[in-house]
């Protein structure tokens, strides 16, 4: 079985660093894009297993039109082989406790499938990112 | 481009005259009446042979007079000019007055120096004088008509069995004396007038300086308060991969360290994460503190479901504490008008407190109580309490109570600031009431909107 391939967009390198290393110790192949438009475009390429992506990269607001770019229900979308890749956002500590981005009440107009916050637990995206691939949290 | 002064002075000095002017009409009818009332009771109860009909006819034109003025007082654009025409058309009407009750020897003839004083309030220092000069030229007129016969004198024998008209010296004496005191009159009430106006003036100034003065203050803390906001808000991003990167070396990620390394490791993403509690309550603070644009609107939320809510989340910090939570909140739902992340803040801020404070196996009780006009939320503890010499001083920002300092090393000392101005912001308040050693009793009181 081959390893599951993850794509992290973000455009902060340490936080990439941060990921990348618990995430291969723990059998994951990581290829990374520091950009929106890069990610798009690795997306398309390489269709990995799952997408952590960044919300606030170029703008406050580019990690959502990836989001949306990827799940676009538009039958000619170039992302259309990507619709179904999971997607963990990060975003920035919103508050302790993240009320106000959580999946149950975003996704209506957020197509995500979970969020994590920065600083990133390793631990924690661990068990988000196997709960993801293994479908139990998919929505 | 912040020192505009004169600007609103002379609209309120217009808007001044606009008042004395529907002052001036009211007192108009007045007068209206009290002509008619006066010569009436003159003519029919002191028997007194005064010629009715003319007065009576005076005091209609006067009515009719004030008709017009009511009517022309919203549609006229100078009101000076407007005020002159009335009060010259006031001499010319108590002129008449006075020729049909008796000529100079009238009584009536003592209104000229109330006109003269009302004058002085409404007109200009020189359009006063003139006016003064004016009602001199009619009495004056008016006394040499008569003298010289050419406009008949009414004599009334009742009040003066004396006719002076005969006598041009004791009627020259009268007119001096008239005309003196009517200017004296105008001197004094215009100098007064313009003296209080002059304070009047300066008044305005100073105000508008500083109403100037202090919302450049304002802008300026403001502009104050959107720079930290920028700046800490610049803290978070580098705190947060320095966090993330610590928590992964800690964890063994970057391969093994020594024993002694990682406690190192462990010490500063400690401190890391002090530091972004700090920077995240720096901007709570200053976005509750300049009343920043909220990204959500108010919404109506059960507070009932938000404690839970948030107890929810301090579950594990609770229960390693051993802590009882009592949760005593009303069957039915009770719904406060308020961004869902400022009532986040203040019930995380405050429950947070209570565990943080209260000794293993202690009780906290949460419970609330809905009035027609408020809901009452109260978080009890039985933690180590507030000395109260600093109960005034815990909602200072970065202040903590030293029994606070000695229980938790770390603490911010900015969630209580935090929550009481975004308390205030809701027209809420906050009551602390505390016993060292025995616990402490939080009650926010929030305002419940009629609508709801």
Same mark, same amino acid.
């Given at each position: 079985?081959?390893?599951?391939?993850?794509?992290?967009?973000?455009?902060?390198?340490?936080?990439?660093? @941060? %990921?990348?290393?618990?995430?291969? @110790?723990?059998?994951?192949?990581?290829?990374?894009?520091?950009?929106?438009?890069?990610?798009?475009?690795?997306?398309?390429?390489?269709?990995?297993?799952?997408?952590?992506?960044?919300?606030? %990269?170029?703008?406050?607001?580019?990690?959502?039109?990836? @989001?949306?770019?990827?799940?676009?229900?538009?039958?000619?979308?170039?992302?259309?082989?990507?619709?179904?890749?999971?997607?963990?956002?990060?975003?920035?500590?919103?508050?302790?406790?993240?009320?106000?981005?959580?999946?149950?009440?975003?996704?209506?107009?957020?197509?995500?499938?979970?969020?994590?916050?920065?600083?990133?637990?390793?631990?924690?995206?661990?068990?988000?990112?196997?709960?993801?691939?293994?479908?139990?949290?998919?929505? | 481009?912040?020192?505009?002064?004169?600007?609103?002075?002379?609209?309120?000095?217009? &808007?001044?005259?606009?008042?004395?002017?529907?002052?001036?009409?009211?007192?108009?009818?007045?007068?209206?009446?009290?002509?008619?009332?006066?010569?009436?009771?003159?003519?029919?109860?002191?028997?007194?042979?005064?010629?009715?009909?003319?007065?009576?006819?005076?005091?209609?034109?006067? $009515?009719?007079?004030?008709?017009?003025? #009511?009517?022309?007082?919203?549609?006229?654009?100078?009101?000076?000019?407007?005020?002159?025409?009335?009060?010259?058309?006031?001499?010319?009407?108590?002129?008449?007055?006075?020729?049909?009750? =008796?000529?100079?020897?009238?009584?009536?003839?003592?209104?000229?120096?109330?006109?003269?004083?009302?004058?002085?309030?409404?007109? !200009?220092?020189?359009?006063?004088?003139?006016?003064?000069?004016?009602?001199?030229?009619?009495?004056?007129?008016?006394?040499?008509?008569?003298?010289?016969?050419?406009?008949?004198?009414?004599?009334?024998?009742?009040?003066?069995?004396?006719?002076?008209?005969?006598?041009? #010296?004791?009627?020259?004496?009268?007119?001096?004396?008239?005309?003196?005191?009517?200017?004296?009159?105008?001197?004094?009430?215009?100098?007064?007038?313009?003296?209080?106006?002059?304070?009047?003036? &300066?008044?305005?100034?100073?105000?508008?300086?500083?109403?100037?003065?202090?919302?450049?203050?304002? &802008?300026?803390?403001?502009?104050?308060?959107?720079?930290?906001?920028?700046?800490?808000? &610049? $803290?978070?991003?580098?705190?947060?991969?320095?966090? !993330?990167?610590?928590?992964?070396?800690?964890?063994?990620?970057?391969?093994?360290?020594?024993?002694?390394?990682?406690?190192?490791?462990?010490?500063?993403?400690?401190?890391?994460?002090?530091?972004?509690?700090?920077?995240?309550?720096?901007?709570?603070?200053?976005?509750?503190?300049?009343?920043?644009?909220?990204?959500?609107?108010?919404?109506?939320?059960?507070?009932?479901?938000?404690?839970?809510?948030? #107890?929810?989340?301090?579950?594990?910090?609770?229960?390693?504490?051993? $802590?009882?939570?009592?949760?005593?909140?009303?069957?039915?739902?009770?719904?406060?008008?308020?961004?869902?992340?400022?009532?986040?803040?203040?019930?995380?801020?405050?429950?947070?407190? !209570?565990?943080?404070?209260?000794?293993?196996?202690?009780?906290?009780?949460?419970?609330?109580?809905?009035?027609?006009?408020?809901?009452?939320?109260?978080?009890?503890?039985?933690?180590?309490?507030?000395?109260?010499?600093?109960?005034?001083?815990?909602?200072?920002?970065?202040?903590? !109570?030293?029994?606070?300092?000695?229980?938790?090393?770390?603490?911010? =000392?900015?969630?209580?600031?935090?929550?009481?101005?975004?308390?205030?912001?809701?027209?809420?308040?906050?009551?602390?009431?505390?016993?060292?050693?025995?616990?402490?009793?939080?009650?926010?009181?929030?305002?419940?909107?009629?609508?709801?």
């Amino acid at each position: 079985m081959t390893n599951k391939k993850i794509l992290i967009i973000d455009d902060d390198p340490d936080i990439v660093e @941060a %990921m990348r290393l618990p995430l291969e @110790a723990n059998a994951y192949d990581v290829i990374t894009a520091n950009s929106g438009s890069d990610g798009l475009q690795m997306a398309r390429e390489e269709i990995p297993d799952l997408i952590i992506l960044d919300v606030m %990269m170029e703008t406050d607001t580019a990690g959502f039109h990836v @989001a949306y770019e990827l799940r676009s229900e538009d039958k000619d979308s170039e992302y259309r082989n990507c619709r179904n890749i999971p997607i963990l956002m990060i975003t920035a500590i919103s508050k302790q406790k993240g009320i106000s981005f959580s999946p149950e009440k975003d996704e209506a107009f957020l197509p995500v499938d979970d969020f994590i916050e920065k600083p990133v637990h390793p631990k924690n995206l661990l068990k988000k990112v196997s709960e993801l691939l293994s479908g139990s949290k998919k929505l | 481009m912040p020192y505009n002064t004169h600007k609103p002075e002379k609209s309120s000095l217009e &808007e001044e005259l606009i008042e004395s002017i529907s002052r001036f009409i009211t007192l108009r009818w007045i007068i209206v009446v009290g002509i008619c009332t006066t010569s009436i009771f003159a003519r029919f109860a002191l028997k007194i042979n005064l010629p009715l009909t003319p007065i009576l006819f005076i005091a209609f034109c006067i $009515l009719m007079f004030n008709l017009a003025c #009511l009517y022309l007082q919203k549609h006229v654009k100078s009101h000076s000019n407007f005020t002159n025409i009335q009060i010259s058309a006031d001499w010319i009407a108590l002129v008449s007055l006075v020729h049909y009750t =008796g000529g100079i020897e009238s009584p009536v003839i003592f209104y000229f120096i109330f006109h003269v004083i009302i004058a002085a309030f409404l007109l !200009s220092k020189r359009a006063c004088y003139f006016q003064a000069g004016f009602a001199v030229l009619l009495i004056t007129g008016l006394s040499i008509l008569e003298y010289l016969h050419i406009t008949p004198h009414v004599h009334i024998k009742e009040l003066f069995p004396n006719p002076v008209y005969d006598n041009g #010296l004791y009627l020259l004496s009268i007119i001096f004396f008239s005309i003196t005191s009517l200017f004296f009159s105008a001197y004094l009430a215009t100098s007064v007038n313009c003296r209080l106006r002059r304070r009047e003036n &300066e008044i305005v100034t100073l105000k508008d300086n500083i109403t100037d003065a202090y919302n450049r203050l304002e &802008e300026l803390d403001r502009e104050k308060s959107e720079f930290t906001y920028k700046v800490t808000h &610049e $803290l978070r991003s580098p705190l947060s991969a320095i966090q !993330s990167l610590l928590k992964s070396i800690e964890e063994g990620y970057a391969g093994e360290i020594s024993q002694k390394a990682r406690d190192l490791v462990v010490r500063s993403e400690k401190r890391t994460s002090f530091l972004i509690t700090l920077v995240n309550g720096l901007l709570d603070l200053i976005a509750s503190k300049i009343g920043k644009t909220k990204e959500v609107d108010s919404q109506l939320i059960d507070i009932n479901v938000a404690v839970k809510d948030t #107890l929810q989340l301090m579950q594990e910090k609770a229960k390693s504490k051993d $802590l009882e939570i009592i949760i005593n909140t009303t069957p039915k739902p009770s719904y406060i008008k308020i961004v869902p992340d400022d009532l986040d803040i203040i019930l995380t801020n405050l429950i947070d407190n !209570s565990v943080k404070y209260t000794k293993q196996g202690g009780t906290i009780s949460i419970s609330n109580t809905i009035t027609s006009n408020e809901i009452k939320v109260e978080i009890s503890d039985t933690g180590i309490g507030i000395i109260k010499d600093d109960l005034e001083k815990i909602f200072k920002e970065f202040y903590r !109570s030293k029994n606070a300092k000695q229980n938790d090393m770390r603490g911010t =000392g900015l969630g209580l600031s935090i929550v009481e101005n975004l308390i205030n912001q809701y027209g809420a308040n906050i009551k602390i009431r505390s016993e060292v050693g025995k616990g402490t009793t939080v009650t926010v009181t929030f305002p419940v909107d009629q609508e709801c």
